[in-house]
């Protein structure tokens, strides 16, 4: 199945941004659902995950502090709140799903969507 991200755009340095990755026909709280991001010329990496059931969540450590992985209570959603938003956070942003639990590797997720970009500029 496919995952729809959405919130990405341009944003000052030092602001704050709200994505959220939904998707139809499927339970998210039946999958952890991982955030990764993509820039430029550079590796995916990962921004963090949010356990099946919405337990624990777990951090990259370039976002560890600023940022907050939470499951939409009533809807079939995930956000991911970001604060203190530097440029070296300009990426794709991606969100994805996995059926065995959080994985730091991108290879362990098997649902993608298809990312929103989020430019951190002045």
């Known amino acids: 199945f496919q995952l729809q991200a959405s919130g990405g755009g341009l944003v000052q340095p030092g602001g704050s941004l709200r994505l959220s990755c939904a998707a139809s026909?499927?339970?998210?709280?039946?999958?952890?659902i991982g955030w990764f991001r993509q820039a430029p010329g550079k590796e995916r990496e990962e921004v963090g995950c949010?356990?099946?059931?919405?337990?624990?969540?777990y951090y990259g450590d370039s976002v560890k502090g600023r940022s907050t992985i939470s499951r939409v209570k009533n809807e079939n959603m995930v956000t991911l709140q970001m604060n203190r938003l530097k440029p070296a956070d300009t990426a794709v942003y991606y969100c994805?799903?996995?059926?065995?639990?959080?994985?730091?590797?991108?290879?362990?997720?098997?649902?993608w969507g298809q990312g929103t970009l989020v430019t951190v500029s002045s």
């Open positions: 949010i356990s099946i059931f919405g337990g624990t969540t």
């Open positions: 026909g499927v339970t998210l709280a039946d999958y952890a």
């Open positions: 994805a799903a996995a059926e065995m639990g959080c994985s730091p590797k991108y290879t362990d997720f098997q649902s």
